[in-house]
């Protein structure tokens, strides 16, 4: 089977790292290692950055987790605004301003910041009050004469512009200052020199891109070329021997008398590039121009001059440039702000240009199955419902089970690993194995130029699951683990239930799993912690990452294990985790039944009412909750079919109801029901053909983000090792 040609990759934006860099004041200009420094306090620059991204996050995801964080990023740029129409800049830990007026280059881009949010703005307020400041801060410009204040003054006009159409003052600011820019270039430009001055040295791709904007804007096809032309070679001088991007180092940066440093190099370059090349994208209609973005973005991820990745899977944060010696450990704001704003702005571009996620691959994928389990040959029969999946073959440690396998399923049976992942017409594997296997095969997988899906849990230990993500980054290999509940009818209605804030709060939860034991004898791999990684990580990852994607990053807090009686066998084990700021969840997972009382219920307490799901993948609800007329009526619309009770009417016109302090209107106590009219094994199979086609758009397109990410798969095990930890403890 022929190779099909890779796609970019676009990782999900992990905002931990600003969370922890932001108090109630604003974003830490720094860190000692990932940890704020408060010495040196806060800066516009970096909170206009930060309001950038938080502004294109909401916009882009809609889930409110930015929302604060917005407004609080946009409070400080406003109150660094002078009468005079000045920004301050540097603020110390105590809040003091510590200057009256902050550089060029700062009030540009708390400008430009500005700017973003009135196009972006998630509501109107917002944008009124980004266009207000924005409108008293721009008559200083007129008086910049450096180019990079000159730029990013051009971008924050074609920003202001794009969200309010014709604006007199900003148009004839765009052309004064635009003209002016353009001289500087054509002045300087020449003898395979295009730029306009003579060193380039940080965020060099500002300049092309404000030209270019400009050029557009305009209507001068003569800025519009010099901007591509200067843009090209920007890139070129950048670019290494081998293929990948070399920034210009800050010991020396690059002079046109031929001094070019090597390091220190630092992450605001790679992010102009990927804005300057996505602009130059949108302007041209070159695709090319578009795996140029895609090209500076992967010097985040390891293709640098020293192969190591900048992004620190641990803390979400992204270390503070290359050093000859190696990674600079410091995880400041700068850093972090560009690796944010430069996946953001690839994501932004996919959604201007509608980019199709869900397209189909070319072609049929050739799968095979790496172990011969009874649950690999129930998911090749629903892969067998998928187009374009196109089952060639199956390998196992036992060749006796892999020939059993292969006969029962009309595949090929492979004597060795090696054999299969040579054979050219596998582009995909799907590893069903025990869970102390499951690191060390897709490793294998991934280094032949493999597609993997692995079974939970993606490894058993954290190390080795890190390892399994570089691995498929590296290779530019799509991955996936079967976390199935997450492809349940009620996973999405339940998540907007709590991000839309319906119920209230969540605050407290239940997940119950009475499992049945019976196909499990005491001599199966299940109850060897060295192969399976114990209950929590063999089986608790389902639950955990489930409501982690409902309530938000989780932290284990406590847990216990139990062991059979006269055994060493742990058939019960119980752990405590809180999730987001307030809500706590108990687990309990217990193989101690027979089949017929094999069950799971999932309990979710909210501020006006309780939610019980039902079943392994949930296929039940029941919520009985204190709700206004139009709030009933928004739920019935989230589960359509629901069957809606109303136990009682509360009293009065307009009924007032207190919790925790607050009063607000409610109307009636009611029982919404909705119940699936499919089985377990029904449930079970649409989950894992959902998956299957959520990993075939991401082989197709590796922009495409799968419903459960690699990330989210590391983040479960997380939990689920901090539980086994804690109970191993007790």
């Excluded at 430069?342 to 869900?358: G, K, P, S, T």
Aim: charged content about 25%.
């Amino acid at each position: 089977m022929s190779e099909r040609a890779a796609q970019p990759v676009v990782p999900r934006v992990d905002l931990r790292h600003l969370q922890r860099m932001t108090d109630d004041t604003g974003l830490f200009q720094h860190a000692k290692y990932h940890v704020p420094d408060a010495e040196h306090g806060y800066c516009i620059d970096d909170n206009a950055r930060a309001l950038i991204a938080a502004v294109l996050y909401e916009h882009l995801h809609h889930d409110g987790a930015c929302a604060e964080l917005l407004d609080r990023y946009l409070a400080f740029v406003v109150n660094a605004l002078n009468k005079d129409g000045c920004f301050r800049n540097f603020m110390s830990y105590e809040r003091r301003w510590l200057e009256d007026v902050g550089s060029d280059d700062s009030h540009c881009r708390a400008l430009w910041s500005l700017g973003v949010a009135s196009r972006f703005a998630p509501s109107e307020r917002v944008k009124e009050l980004a266009e207000v400041i924005f409108d008293r801060a721009l008559p200083a410009v007129a008086r910049f004469e450096h180019v990079h204040p000159m730029a990013y003054t051009l971008v924050a006009l074609d920003e202001r512009l794009a969200a309010s159409g014709e604006l007199d003052a900003c148009r004839e600011q765009q052309r004064a200052i635009g003209d002016r820019f353009y001289e500087v270039w054509r002045s300087n430009a020449g003898d395979g020199w295009p730029w306009w001055v003579n060193m380039l040295t940080w965020g060099n791709a500002k300049l092309p891109h404000a030209l270019l904007v400009t050029g557009r804007a305009l209507g001068r096809d003569d800025m519009v070329d010099a901007a591509l032309r200067s843009l090209r070679w920007c890139i070129d001088v950048q670019t290494a021997p081998e293929g990948h991007l070399s920034v210009i180092g800050n010991a020396g940066w690059l002079t046109r008398s031929g001094h070019h440093a090597k390091f220190d190099q630092q992450a605001i370059e790679a992010q102009c590039l990927v804005q300057a090349a996505l602009a130059a994208a949108e302007v041209t209609g070159d695709e090319a121009w578009l795996n140029e973005a895609h090209r500076s973005y992967t010097w985040f991820t390891g293709r640098n001059d020293l192969g190591l990745s900048l992004i620190d899977e641990d803390t979400g944060g992204i270390y503070d440039g290359l050093q000859p010696e190696g990674l600079n450990k410091n995880q400041g704001a700068e850093s972090y702000l560009a690796h944010l704003l430069a996946a953001l702005e690839l994501q932004l571009y996919d959604q201007r240009h509608n980019i199709d996620v869900h397209a189909a691959p070319a072609g049929a994928i050739g799968f095979a199955v790496v172990g011969a389990s009874r649950f690999a040959q129930f998911c090749l029969r629903q892969y067998r419902q998928l187009d374009g999946i196109e089952p060639v073959g199956v390998w196992s440690r036992t060749h006796e089970s892999a020939s059993r396998f292969a006969a029962e399923n009309e595949l090929h049976a492979y004597d060795d690993l090696p054999a299969l992942l040579a054979d050219a017409r596998i582009d995909l594997l799907h590893i069903a194995t025990t869970p102390a296997s499951h690191a060390e095969l897709a490793g294998r997988c991934l280094r032949a130029g493999k597609h993997v899906l692995i079974e939970k849990p993606i490894a058993t230990s954290l190390a080795d699951a890190r390892q399994v993500l570089s691995l498929a980054a590296e290779h530019d290999r799509a991955l996936a683990v079967n976390l199935m509940m997450r492809y349940g009818p009620l996973v999405e209605p339940v998540k907007t239930l709590i991000t839309t804030g319906l119920l209230g709060a969540p605050l407290r939860g239940s997940f119950t799993n009475y499992a049945g034991d019976g196909g499990l004898p005491a001599d199966h791999w299940f109850w060897d912690t060295e192969q399976s990684g114990g209950i929590f990580i063999e089986h608790g990852v389902h639950s955990f990452d489930l409501l982690r994607h409902w309530l938000g990053d989780g932290r284990t807090l406590a847990a216990h294990q139990q062991q059979r009686p006269g055994t060493t066998i742990v058939d019960q084990a119980t752990a405590e985790v809180g999730f987001g700021t307030q809500t706590t969840v108990n687990f309990y997972h217990g193989f101690t039944q027979n089949h017929w009382l094999d069950r799971q219920r999932m309990r979710l307490l909210f501020e006006r009412g309780e939610l019980r799901l039902d079943g392994w993948i949930a296929g039940d609800l029941q919520l009985i909750a204190v709700l206004s007329d139009e709030q009933i009526e928004q739920v019935a619309a989230l589960l359509a079919g629901a069957q809606i009770e109303t136990l009682r009417r509360l009293p009065g016109d307009r009924p007032v109801v207190g919790r925790r302090g607050r009063n607000e209107r409610a109307d009636a106590e009611v029982r919404i029901s909705w119940s699936g009219e499919d089985d377990k094994q029904t449930l079970y199979g649409r989950a894992v053909r959902d998956l299957m086609a959520d990993l075939t758009r991401r082989i197709a397109n590796r922009r495409h983000r799968m419903r459960v990410t690699p990330d989210d798969a590391v983040a479960a095990l997380q939990l689920a090792a901090d539980a086994d930890e804690l109970a191993r403890r007790v």
